[in-house]
């Protein structure tokens, strides 16, 4: 079928973070939404179709966990990623976070070290400090327009005794990349090496643009995949988030069994049969929408990008590789972070992500989410112009 990614929802008055809550978390309740990693779209026809039965039903008792789930697991990773998976590997978790928090919980001690690479998706300091260890930043490096992994600085990292885990996040929260084989198998040396231990988040893995392949930390060798357990879903890809649903990835059974044994002690990991059913649709069904997504989001991104580099030069667009978070460069403009914040969500009232929440490394920079109908990144690109134009470092200041 053809899925009409232009047709807008109102998701006002719904319960949604995204639309209901920008006052709260953003500051503004008149900016347009375009923050958390969540899509305007409706999720695909068989996922809608799955929870209709579902809730027709009118009984959503206790679910168990049948085969369907992790058959249609194993069938996506094989699909999208060419990566072949035993059912056996695949654990259901309500959503990928609870694995960050439990692998530090399980794998270290307080005051031991995590590793990850800011600037980086913030949920992920919070699985660190507020378990009582310590952030090892091997901060990425912007060069050229690109960000890169700095290989010196991880190996010092690495090498020392209190660093047990580090967070890969593939494709990278906010920065866009799809790191590369080569890049996955220098990580993946040093932290084995090392005795570090990967924990991969590839929630953004289906969002990949032409150019680019995504590539699962565990899928580069066999002693890559021992020592490390990914998180992956639908969430992101059909737009199930609020459904809880995931699942989580080992090969190696004693760190199986040691992480989910936490996963299970205070009973946090429950099915959700709403959840159950639509994971298994999208996962099963799934890619007739996920390739006519990504046609639309390089759409946007590319309205985006045009409309930036014709009217805002000053505001830089990260070319990403993949998801559709979009990583704003607002340097030129001089703001300090609190000016800058003002200037999106009071003058443009635009709702986005404030860089400085992912690390001091985002400090001058913005996190835009595009995965949303086109009309709205129009109107946000109209809003942005106005404020832009009516701003000291506009036009006005040249003519
Ligand atoms: C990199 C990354 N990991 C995890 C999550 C959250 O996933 P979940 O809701 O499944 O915990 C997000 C959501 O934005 C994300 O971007």
Request: glycine share 10%; with cysteine.
């Given at each position: 079928m053809k899925y009409e990614f232009d047709r807008l929802v109102?998701?006002?008055?719904?319960?949604?973070?995204?639309?209901?809550n920008v006052g709260n978390?953003?500051?503004?309740?008149n900016a347009l939404p375009m923050w958390v990693?969540?899509?305007?779209f409706p999720a695909p026809q068989p996922v809608i179709e799955a929870v209709r039965r579902r809730a027709e039903s009118g009984i959503y008792g206790y679910a168990f966990l049948p085969p369907e789930f992790r058959e249609a697991t194993v069938r996506w990773m094989q699909l999208r990623h060419g990566w072949d998976i035993s059912q056996g590997s695949v654990l259901y978790i309500s959503s990928i976070l609870p694995v960050l928090f439990a692998a530090v919980q399980t794998f270290t001690e307080p005051g031991d070290k995590i590793i990850l690479q800011r600037p980086?998706?913030?949920?992920f300091f919070q699985a660190v400090e507020n378990q009582g260890r310590v952030i090892s930043s091997n901060s990425l490096l912007l060069r050229d327009g690109r960000y890169e992994m700095d290989f010196e600085d991880l190996e010092r990292r690495a090498a020392d005794?209190?660093?047990?885990i580090m967070f890969l996040c593939n494709p990278h929260n906010p920065v866009g990349r799809v790191f590369s084989r080569e890049e996955l198998e220098r990580v993946g040396e040093i932290c084995l090496r090392n005795h570090v231990l990967v924990i991969s988040?590839?929630?953004?893995?289906?969002?990949i643009y032409p150019g680019h392949k995504h590539i699962p930390?565990?899928?580069?060798s066999a002693e890559f995949a021992a020592n490390t357990i990914t998180a992956v879903s639908p969430s992101k890809s059909f737009n199930t988030a609020g459904l809880r649903a995931a699942a989580m990835i080992t090969f190696q059974d004693e760190l199986r069994d040691r992480i989910h044994a936490v996963l299970q002690n205070d009973r946090s990991v429950s099915i959700s049969t709403f959840g159950l059913d639509a994971y298994i649709a999208a996962y099963s069904g799934g890619e007739e929408y996920m390739d006519q997504l990504i046609p639309y989001l390089e759409g946007n991104i590319h309205y985006l990008d045009h409309a930036l580099k014709a009217g805002m030069p000053k505001i830089k667009l990260?070319?990403?590789?993949?998801?559709?978070l979009m990583w704003l460069?607002?340097?030129?403009?001089?703001?300090k972070d609190p000016e800058l914040d003002h200037f999106f969500t009071?003058?443009?009232?635009v709702g986005l992500d404030k860089g400085f929440w992912f690390g001091k490394?985002?400090?001058?920079f913005m996190r835009m989410n595009v995965a949303c109908q086109r009309a709205t990144i129009e109107e946000a690109v109209r809003r942005m112009q106005r404020a832009y134009d009516a701003s000291?470092?506009?036009p006005c200041q040249f003519g």
């Open positions: 109102d998701r006002r008055g719904t319960y949604s973070t995204k639309w209901d978390r953003i500051g503004n309740p990693a969540d899509m305007d980086v998706y913030y949920p005794p209190r660093a047990k988040d590839e929630v953004h893995s289906d969002f930390m565990a899928s580069v990260i070319q990403p590789e993949g998801t559709y460069d607002c340097r030129e403009l001089g703001l009071d003058e443009a009232e490394e985002g400090s001058g000291d470092f506009g």
